[in-house]
């Protein structure tokens, strides 16, 4: 993610492109020096890149977002690049065609990169957003990372994930040639929420508004998770787009809105019938942007009282006096009314 | 590890031969059902493959040694084999050179799917054995799994191996060629600890007993790390056998002794000084085998009172009453004197 550091990073246990391949926050740090509620400092590992010792401190601060201590050390585990690497885009006719690529790919434990999904709004916006010198296709997308420790490795792994492609009905599976243009194409993927709102704010108001958010559900789920919750979306009248980190079984929706009360309640609206049907589908209400405010009905919905009720016990345990981040992820007190905003 | 269960995996973290390329129990499984000390049952997660909803349960349970609640139910992630494997005998004249060996392996970011570590005497014990049809020689040995997914792929990724080790001075690469010989390999390295036992049996006593422990380092202590180790134990006298899953840093001595006090007490000596090398290199001490009673105090040793404090906090809070697994991981009270036994 453009713009992330590494502490709130580790606050909402991040992610993004490269996750399908490397993991998460949760896989990337060996260890944290933590400042806790009554000042103690605790280092929760050193440096193994494995262990077994003790309860894993270092996972229950990670994704915490900041309700637990406060991180000062982050000791990461380094990852090796692939000597060689293409990255391909690959255009399809439907979302769900898109989507049972990624699912076979992963099926046939192929380890791509990345796999990334843009649906045809997107790829709109990523043609006018200027970032890119060629035109992309305006249908629903797949930008692929394929690498390996040779030459031959990557190709054979690219031959292996274009069939599948062409298995699945792909339109046109293009590679980016130059290292220009896969830094060009790839930049293209990572600014899709400034893209979305540059094309917001010439069509839809100049102060448009966009709701950013994310759920992760199984694979088996994802083409149809996505494709009704686009559906849903069309029939309100929103312009959006989504991406998605498809390897994960991870999508975004960005809905672009005008700033007046009604469109913010239909948004908002829209954003909760996308998270029922995640919970619904035993996904999870958000794959990598965290709780807040905004999620923490979401949060009891998914995880149940019960669950929440555990998570304020530990609260409590580290922190009595509320000081860190109080009521970020869930209420201390249950009976606390819903606050506005998101 | 032969003979573990699910349960009991969760419990310690467990992890084997498989790790380096799958990862332990923290990766591996996406949520739990817990049963808590008053009742209450939790689940942790439904079944997406990444989530940043609420704190990391999941991980808390994992690792805790039943301290923290009863799993009841586990949704494990599923991983792909690769279609092709080979497996190969590589041997040294050292352990430096067999672990420098894998650690240029592992800087390369080769995707092995095992580097397993026998040194010499463990090497004796497996040809001792009657497992193995063919002898193999007795010095320094990586056992390792190497695969892709097509015939090709497994094929590069074996010779870009084999040219690792010749520069690191291996005197021999040998493949296991048919199933039968893949199988009854990784069988010989399955059965490490039970073929260290017969050994002691003929040679030492007939009631001899076997002190398994493991520690994980980071990659560039290993080497220096074993070493030292084995040479202690040597020097002490004792008969031994180490293997290790050295592309995680984590390896394990066997020693074997007699089943009177001094010896109890010598060997005890000898794994005290192993751990104590391992904390002094910034590793755990435990890699997979975890702490029960046997490794409470080294585990102050490496993460310092400020940190068991806040486990015991967490302990606590979801026990107060400590009726789960008490007094294992940690003292409840830090002033019980030390007990007898491991």
Redesign the interface.
């Known amino acids: 993610m453009p713009g992330a550091c590494i502490g709130g990073m580790i606050g909402?246990?991040?992610?993004g492109t490269n996750?399908a391949r490397y993991?998460?926050m949760?896989?990337n740090v060996l260890g944290l020096t933590v400042v806790?509620a009554d000042g103690?400092?605790?280092?929760?590992?050193?440096?193994?890149?494995?262990?077994?010792?003790?309860?894993?401190?270092t996972?229950?601060f990670?994704?915490?977002e900041g309700t637990?201590g406060i991180v000062t050390e982050a000791t990461l585990r380094l990852?090796?690049?692939?000597?060689f690497e293409n990255v391909a885009v690959v255009s399809f006719n439907t979302l769900g065609d898109a989507a049972s690529t990624v699912a076979e790919i992963?099926?046939?434990?192929?380890?791509a990169n990345a796999l990334e999904l843009l649906d045809d709004n997107m790829m709109k916006y990523v043609n006018e957003s200027g970032e890119v010198t060629t035109k992309y296709e305006e249908t629903p997308t797949l930008m692929l990372k394929l690498g390996?420790?040779?030459k031959?490795?990557a190709k054979?792994?690219t031959n292996?994930v274009k069939e599948i492609c062409k298995r699945h009905k792909s339109n046109s599976f293009r590679f980016a040639e130059t290292e220009e243009q896969k830094f060009e194409l790839w930049n293209a993927r990572k600014s899709a929420l400034w893209s979305t709102i540059a094309h917001g704010k010439r069509t839809v108001d100049p102060d448009v508004q966009v709701w950013t958010t994310d759920v992760?559900?199984?694979?088996s789920q994802l083409a149809k998770s996505i494709e009704q919750t686009k559906a849903e979306i069309q029939a309100a009248g929103f312009e959006h787009s989504f991406v998605g980190h498809v390897g994960?079984?991870?999508y975004h929706a960005l809905i672009l809105f005008k700033n007046v009360p009604e469109q913010y309640n239909a948004a908002k609206k829209l954003v909760q019938s996308m998270v029922d049907r995640?919970?619904a589908d035993?996904?999870?209400?958000?794959?990598?942007?965290?709780?807040g405010y905004g999620?923490r009905d979401?949060?009891v919905e998914?995880?149940?009282e019960?669950?929440?009720?555990?998570?304020r016990?530990?609260k409590?345990?580290?922190d009595p006096n509320r000081i860190l981040n109080p009521d970020k992820?869930?209420r201390i007190d249950p009976n606390e009314p819903e606050q506005e905003g998101h």
């Open positions: 909402t246990s991040c992610s996750a993991g998460t949760r896989e806790l103690t400092i605790v280092k929760t590992k050193q440096r193994p890149r494995k262990s077994a010792a003790g309860y894993n401190l996972g229950l990670i994704g915490s637990l990852n090796v690049k692939p000597k992963v099926q046939q434990g192929i380890a390996g420790n040779s031959e490795a054979l792994t292996t992760a559900v199984p694979m994960d079984g991870n995640a919970i035993e996904g999870t209400v958000t794959g990598e942007h965290g709780v999620k979401y949060l998914e995880s149940g019960d669950a929440i009720s555990l998570m016990k530990l409590l345990a580290l992820v869930f």
